[in-house]
C-alpha cells in the first residue's frame, strides 16, 4: 500500500505572506489534487496535474499557485494570506483510468 | 457534473442498520456515482461506487435506483467508527490518460450514538 504525506500538518501565517505546502505520493499516482475544507463545507477544488510538469485549474485557482515538478510530488503555494483565514488544505491522488481518490491528512492553515 | 442533494445530517444508534439517501435527478448516463466519507482531521476516505447496478464491498451496500435518479448507501449494524460526514458525489468515467474535476459538496454527516 501507498501513502500521502502533506507538510507541514499545521501551518501558521501572517497577512501578506507567501506560503508553501508540500505533498508527496508513493502510489505511483499520475493525477493530483489540492482541495481547501472551510469549517462545515465541502471540498474545493484548487488545482490538479495530471502529469509531471502539468497543471490545471480548479474552481478556486486564484490566490494560488501550484508545482508539480516530479510524479510524486505536488506543491501549493498561497500567494499572499488573508488575515484571519482558516482552511485545512487536503492534497488526493488518483491512477490513470480509475476514480478512486486517496486523500492526504491535510494541512490546517491559520493567518494572524 | 450533475449535482447531488444529501440531508445535512443524520442520527442512529450502534447496532442499526443506516439508510443515507442521495437524490441526483440530473444524472446522466455516463456518470458514475460515488460515495466518500470522512472523518474529523481527516481527508475523505473511498467507500464505494457504482454506475447502474447495485454494489456491495466489505463497508457498505449501495443501492441505486433503476431510473438512477436517487441512490441510497446502506450502513449496516454501524458503529461509533462509523460517525463521519459521506460525502455522494458523481463522475464521468475517467479516460485513459486525462484528469477529471472531482467536486464534493457538504455532505451528511451521521451521528452514532452508543
Known amino acids: 500500500g501507498g501513502i500521502i504525506t502533506q507538510t507541514p500538518k499545521f501551518l501558521i501565517g501572517q497577512e501578506g505572506q507567501k506560503l508553501t505546502l508540500k505533498c508527496q505520493q508513493n502510489?505511483?499516482?499520475?493525477?493530483m489534487y489540492w482541495y481547501r475544507q472551510d469549517s462545515g463545507k465541502g471540498l474545493r477544488l484548487i488545482y490538479y496535474?495530471?502529469?509531471?510538469?502539468?497543471?490545471q485549474k480548479g474552481d478556486l485557482s486564484e490566490g494560488y499557485d501550484a508545482s508539480r515538478e516530479k510524479k510524486s510530488s505536488f506543491s501549493l503555494t498561497v500567494t499572499s494570506a488573508q488575515k484571519n483565514e482558516m482552511a485545512v488544505f487536503l492534497c488526493a491522488s488518483r491512477d490513470r483510468g480509475h476514480e478512486r481518490l486517496f486523500f492526504g491528512h491535510g494541512t490546517k492553515l491559520s493567518v494572524l | 457534473d450533475a449535482k447531488t442533494t444529501q440531508p445535512d445530517s443524520m442520527e442512529s444508534t450502534e447496532g442499526e442498520t443506516v439508510h443515507l439517501p442521495c437524490s441526483h435527478a440530473t444524472i446522466s448516463g455516463n456518470e458514475y456515482i460515488y460515495w466518500y466519507r470522512q472523518v474529523p482531521l481527516q481527508g475523505p476516505e473511498y467507500v464505494t461506487h457504482?454506475?447502474?447496478q447495485n454494489t456491495t464491498n466489505s463497508m457498505a451496500f449501495l443501492a441505486i435506483a433503476s431510473d438512477r435518479k436517487s441512490s441510497t448507501l446502506i450502513l449496516p449494524h454501524v458503529s461509533l467508527r462509523d460517525a463521519a460526514v459521506y460525502h455522494c458525489i458523481l463522475r464521468v468515467g475517467v479516460q485513459q490518460g486525462t484528469g477529471s474535476k472531482l467536486s464534493f459538496g457538504k455532505g451528511a454527516k451521521l451521528t452514532v450514538s452508543p
Open positions: 496535474s495530471i502529469t509531471e510538469n502539468d497543471l
Open positions: 457504482g454506475l447502474q
Open positions: 502510489f505511483n499516482h499520475d493525477t
